[in-house]
């Protein structure tokens, strides 16, 4: 158990502490949600693995000024090239739910897939949100003109609103019925809500509830 003190805050009061500012930093709490888990993390260390990402993609970047083109880029860089990827084999793994997991062994499910290619492409000066779509997770990249989804977990492919509604039809069938708020974009506190809620389900369903009973903390941190 990590205890605080008012010199050495446990992670859970980093990240209640973290949770009050109106410009969540989605690195830090993400992190912070590991550090409950890996004591032993680095989180300075795993930062710098996130700069590093970005400034390897920058190199492709730089010269590029159409956002659909930097979009694919972006996703060529991490998904092709460094080769991160969706554990499709495991998807309840709670390592997939790990920021610093998901950094290390280069495998994620869709929220920390999206969250990595969020955090990477902040760096890059995109301008990224989240959009949770029902069962999925998106990224929507903004532009003054018409935006565009990217789906991390298909190897960052760029979608339409209409290519998503398709999906959701192919996986869902009739029993639900596309609404298009399901590709509105998430505040950073309802992903990382998400982020912890899956952690909660994929812990009760393995009968942790210890570690159910930790994460039930965190959200109420939030």
Same mark, same amino acid.
């Given at each position: 158990?990590?205890?605080?003190?008012?010199?050495?805050p446990?992670? /859970?009061?980093?990240?209640?502490?973290?949770?009050d &500012?109106?410009?969540?930093?989605l690195t830090?709490m993400a992190l912070?949600?590991?550090l409950?888990?890996?004591?032993?993390?680095?989180i300075?260390?795993?930062r710098?693995?996130l700069?590093?990402?970005?400034? !390897?993609?920058s190199?492709?970047l730089?010269d590029e000024?159409?956002?659909?083109? %930097?979009?694919?880029m972006? &996703?060529?860089?991490?998904f092709?090239e #460094?080769?991160?990827?969706?554990?499709?084999?495991?998807?309840?793994d709670?390592?997939?739910?790990?920021?610093n997991?998901?950094l290390? %062994? %280069?495998?994620g499910?869709?929220?920390?897939?999206?969250l /990595?290619?969020?955090?990477v492409?902040?760096?890059l000066?995109?301008?990224?949100?989240?959009? !949770?779509?029902? !069962?999925?997770f998106l990224?929507r990249v903004k532009s003054g003109?018409e935006d565009? /989804?990217?789906d991390?977990?298909?190897r !960052?492919?760029?979608l339409?609103?209409?290519?998503? @509604?398709?999906?959701?039809?192919k996986i869902a069938?009739d029993?639900v019925?596309?609404d298009k708020?399901?590709?509105?974009?998430?505040?950073?506190?309802e992903?990382?809500?998400?982020? /912890?809620r899956?952690?909660r389900?994929i812990? @009760?369903a393995?009968?942790?509830?210890e570690? #159910?009973?930790?994460?039930?903390e965190?959200?109420? @941190?939030?």
């Amino acid at each position: 158990m990590n205890r605080s003190t008012p010199n050495n805050p446990s992670p /859970l009061q980093q990240f209640s502490e973290a949770a009050d &500012s109106d410009d969540l930093d989605l690195t830090q709490m993400a992190l912070l949600i590991g550090l409950s888990e890996y004591p032993n993390l680095d989180i300075e260390l795993e930062r710098q693995s996130l700069d590093s990402l970005a400034s !390897g993609a920058s190199h492709r970047l730089d010269d590029e000024d159409d956002f659909l083109a %930097r979009a694919n880029m972006l &996703s060529e860089y991490l998904f092709d090239e #460094v080769g991160f990827s969706a554990n499709q084999e495991d998807y309840y793994d709670p390592r997939n739910s790990y920021l610093n997991e998901v950094l290390e %062994r %280069r495998l994620g499910i869709p929220i920390t897939l999206s969250l /990595l290619y969020m955090e990477v492409g902040k760096r890059l000066d995109m301008d990224l949100e989240g959009v !949770g779509m029902p !069962g999925h997770f998106l990224v929507r990249v903004k532009s003054g003109q018409e935006d565009i /989804l990217v789906d991390p977990f298909h190897r !960052g492919i760029l979608l339409s609103e209409q290519e998503c @509604a398709s999906r959701l039809q192919k996986i869902a069938g009739d029993t639900v019925a596309w609404d298009k708020r399901y590709v509105a974009g998430v505040s950073g506190r309802e992903l990382i809500t998400r982020i /912890l809620r899956n952690l909660r389900a994929i812990y @009760a369903a393995a009968n942790d509830y210890e570690r #159910v009973s930790r994460v039930d903390e965190w959200i109420n @941190a939030l």
